[in-house]
């Protein structure tokens, strides 16, 4: 199969790759690219380990075909820091001890950071559908939801 | 080696504090790497080829047009894996388990594998793999699978454990008992007897990261395997013997781990991984998916469990017995066993008597999952025990305390108890203010207890003082939940410095003695004891070397709060050395400074829970509410609290799954019909409240700081909790786990 050629943007920068049409986005960022900070964890869009923003909107990279990136934006857990000073949700999230083993932990960070762009005062119930689609085996989900509320505050007074 | 590992009652200045984790920047950047994210130059893609059936003998396969196929470098079946076990019968299954030999025993089993130069050239080879199967008849449920009349998954296993040894095979591989007393005298004794029959369906540990490894072999026989895994020092170990490689020569290092919860203690894909880039001369990462990791990794038991428990009119409970079947998939296990140990381990019982059987069924071979099946015999013992204390008319915390095990009590398992936390765990429990808080309709409140034995096991640790005064300690127990930091501050503690100059790493195979893997709640309570002593050890050198300075004898230094200080008032002019002023001098005055420990870590001090929870039942559709839940354990001493109260909540958040929802569906074809995190429902964030946590620290007395492990008890209480919860709001005990809505409702309307 010939590859697609496509230029698109991702966390700012201005990049070009070849991939395969079947090709899923996860697998170009993950294989082409290494940006491995997105995991697999299950490949059908139900666990969120992939989560990145596509032009403002919160999607799983496993569902995305790597050819449909084209001419858009992407963010993914690699451009969520400034430099050496982290997101208020990458300091909350380590304050907090909301990861345990941490391989959901970059999905959820990409999903709260969504979830604030759209609501920046969520209650916890808002918080707790908002991240429904990211499966965390580890924590319970009860640390994570006090990182995301306290990362909110600290948001508002910025 | 001059340690002494008994419990000292010292106050601390590090340990019990709650530090950002050292690991924690890179997992919140997307830097740290576990499995899937390690590549080698040149690497291919391997797959594996699963059986489709439960059951069929393996007549012929034909690997020769996957062989042909362009950019196909190696196809593997067993007769890639030589059978080197020996007779060692443990190590065959696990090699038959990697790769089928004669049969395959489940849906999933691997039968061939296939590496190549990329995901679409492995996944095509695989459709041109021939396998001639002559499909058996298969059996799936524990009950069935122990009638005389099922199909027998293995001809030369005869049951053990039996007074007569049978002349007929079995699917049940051993039968074992525990207890002691006379239990007909016991229940000679009683006023109320309650008996019931219980089953709980199989679960999935459900870590989030599939199992995934880099494997490459050199031709002059030594490899590298990058993987992650509980316990890289065992999975060396066991690749090594199934390889026919000197362990030495196989250097396993452990990724960043993604979840393990007990499923990533067995070898499955790392074993063909290295027979595929043997055979193709290339590394090869090979990483299951979602359906490979539910089809063919290890789940829990499926289980059926009788119990009768009587008592005195007083609350006394005069004799307790159990029955209890596990299913260890088509590979001998001694999951009952556990069960019949801990059914009855929170209590003070003269007279009891469990009896395990473990059975064959085809399914994936069960694993551990935290604190292995210590849930599933809690839950029948426990629902029995709430249903006993309410035909007596006790309240069912009140009843439990007065039973409970204490210091001296001759557990139902053997051992007698030192100081245990079951009771003080009741009794916080009791007096917590959700007991008190106010239920509306439809609502039921539960609680139960639970226990696990907790290990200690081998373990080698190495600390290392640099020249600028900072410590590298180097541990060989897997990471699985924040024990870099916990250790980092043991270190702290011990060495008297700020825990910010410690950095914890896990060393790979080649770098650190063996350790055994990260089980058992292993992790923080026995490397935190090797930690110690290899601190101690530094610290004797640090002494030395400052008495060397002083020129006086070492045993006038003593080591307070990160300094050397010559006691006495003869040294009264002497100015105490700081740990980085001793350091930084080290070159002149013997070289580098470094403690070391290996040790087995005796002593892991049992630990007990009490959990509480409030359920609402919608009685129309049987869907269920977790409305608050608390949980009441003891830690002997949390190290660090906040990733103690986080292994409380993750496991209680596990056993709510487990509870109300999650459970391994198979068809009549004898195939999982749900293998995948769609209609294998774990808890997401939306089913769950906050998990309130109250940490207790009973010392253990066997750790210098009273450590016991406290990772996997939080997973034992809740089937039980939130069984007597759901029976309480509709008024129908529950008997079958999971109780998802369907269960309810039929349960609700038999009553009807």
């Known amino acids: 199969m010939a590859g697609v050629a496509v230029s698109t943007t991702i966390n700012g920068d201005t990049v070009e790759y070849l991939c395969q049409p079947d090709e899923t986005l996860l697998d170009v960022l993950r294989d082409r690219l290494g940006l491995t900070g997105a995991k697999e964890g299950c490949g059908t869009g139900d666990c969120g380990a992939c989560s990145i923003i596509l032009d403002d909107r919160l999607v799983c990279s496993c569902l995305v075909l790597g050819a449909e990136a084209e001419g858009r934006h992407v963010e993914t857990i690699e451009g969520m820091a400034h430099g050496d000073s982290l997101h208020p949700l990458q300091q909350k999230f380590l304050e907090h001890a909301a990861l345990q083993c941490g391989i959901c932990t970059p999905g959820f960070l990409i999903a709260a950071k969504d979830l604030l762009a759209k609501n920046p005062d969520p209650t916890e119930e808002e918080i707790r559908f908002g991240l429904a689609g990211n499966l965390c085996r580890c924590t319970g989900y009860d640390k994570i939801v006090r990182a995301v509320q306290d990362a909110a505050s600290v948001m508002k007074g910025a | ?752």
């Open chain 2, 1 to 752: 080696m001059n340690f002494d590992p008994r419990y000292s009652g010292r106050s601390f200045t590090s340990v019990g504090t709650r530090p950002i984790r050292p690991d924690g920047v890179d997992k919140v950047t997307g830097r740290a790497r576990y499995g899937a994210d390690f590549n080698m130059a040149g690497q291919l893609v391997g797959r594996v080829l699963r059986s489709p059936h439960a059951h069929a003998k393996i007549r012929k396969i034909d690997t020769s047009k996957a062989e042909k196929l362009a950019g196909v470098k190696a196809v593997i079946t067993a007769a890639d894996l030589p059978d080197l076990t020996d007779g060692d019968a443990a190590m065959y299954d696990i090699l038959d388990n990697c790769m089928a030999r004669t049969k395959a025993l489940y849906d999933g089993h691997a039968v061939a594998a296939v590496a190549a130069v990329d995901a679409r050239t492995a996944r095509q080879a695989l459709k041109l793999i021939e396998v001639d199967y002559e499909v058996l008849p298969h059996v799936v449920d524990v009950d069935e699978a122990m009638k005389h009349t099922a199909p027998l998954l293995n001809d030369a296993i005869f049951t053990e454990g039996l007074e007569e040894k049978p002349v007929k095979p079995s699917n049940v591989t051993k039968r074992t008992q525990y207890g002691h007393g006379d239990i007909h005298e016991g229940f000679g004794q009683a006023d109320f007897v309650v008996e019931r029959s219980f089953k709980t369906e199989q679960t999935h540990q459900g870590y989030i990261e599939p199992h995934a490894c880099v494997a490459s072999v050199s031709s002059d026989g030594t490899a590298d395997l990058w993987v992650c895994t509980q316990g890289h020092f065992v999975y060396r170990q066991h690749c090594a013997q199934l390889l026919g490689m000197e362990a030495s020569k196989l250097r396993v290092t452990s990724s960043e781990i993604g979840g393990g919860f007990g499923g990533k203690t067995h070898v499955w894909a790392e074993p063909v991984a290295l027979a595929l880039s043997r055979k193709a001369g290339r590394p090869v990462k090979l990483v299951m998916t979602r359906d490979e990791v539910f089809r063919a990794s290890g789940p829990t038991s499926a289980t059926s469990i009788d119990v009768r428990i009587g008592a005195r009119k007083d609350g006394t409970i005069t004799a307790a017995e159990a029955t209890l079947r596990y299913s260890c998939g088509p590979y001998a296990g001694m999951w009952a066993e556990i069960g019949a140990m801990t059914a009855f381990a929170c209590y003070k019982l003269d007279n009891v008597r469990t009896v395990g059987y473990e059975v064959l069924v085809n399914r994936p071979k069960t694993a551990a999952y935290r604190a292995p099946s210590a849930p599933m015999a809690a839950f029948a013992v426990e629902s029995a025990v709430d249903e006993l204390a309410k035909e007596i008319g006790m309240d069912p915390v009140e009843f439990r305390i007065r039973n409970a095990a204490q210091e001296g009590t001759r557990s139902s398992y053997g051992p007698v108890y030192g100081p245990i936390g079951i009771g003080p765990t009741l009794e916080a429990a009791k007096n917590h203010p959700h007991m008190k808080a106010p239920l509306g309709k439809n609502q039921g409140r539960g609680m139960a207890c639970g226990f696990w034995f907790n290990f200690g096991g081998q373990t080698c640790t190495d600390l290392n003082i640099g020249m600028d005064g900072s410590v590298s300690l180097a541990v060989g127990t897997v990471d699985v939940g924040g024990s870099r930091a916990s250790l980092s501050l043991v270190a702290a503690e011990e060495l008297g410095i700020d825990y910010g100059q410690v950095k914890a790493v896990v060393a790979d195979t080649s770098s650190l003695g063996y350790n055994d893997m990260t089980d058992g709640s292993r992790g923080t309570f026995s490397s935190s004891m090797a930690t110690i002593s290899a601190a101690r050890n530094a610290i004797k050198t640090l002494r030395d070397r400052a008495a060397q300075t002083w020129d006086i004898p070492i045993d006038d230094v003593v080591w307070e709060k990160g300094h050397a200080i010559a006691k006495g008032e003869k040294y009264g002019n002497l100015a105490a050395l700081s740990l980085k002023e001793i350091a930084a001098a080290s070159g002149k005055t013997g070289g580098p400074i470094a403690g070391h420990s290996e040790l087995v870590a005796d002593g892991a001090g049992v630990s007990f829970a009490t959990h509480i929870c409030d359920i609402e039942v919608d009685p129309e559709t049987g869907s269920t509410r977790v409305l608050r839940y608390t949980v009441v354990q003891d830690a002997g001493k949390a190290v660090h609290p906040t990733y103690v109260e986080g292994q409380y909540q993750g496991g209680a958040a596990q056993g709510i799954g487990w509870a109300l929802n999650e459970e391994y569906i198979y068809g009549k074809d004898g195939r999982l019909q749900n293998p995948g995190f769609l209609d294998y429902r774990i808890p997401v964030c939306s089913d769950l409240p906050m998990i309130d946590t109250q940490i207790l620290e009973i010392p253990n007395p066997n750790h210098p700081y009273g450590v016991r492990g406290v990772g996997e008890t939080s997973i034992v209480p809740p089937l039980a909790a939130i069984a007597n919860a759901v029976s309480n709001a509709v008024g129908v005990r529950m008997t079958h786990i999971p109780m998802s809505p369907p269960r309810i409702l039929a349960a609700i309307e038999a009553e009807r």
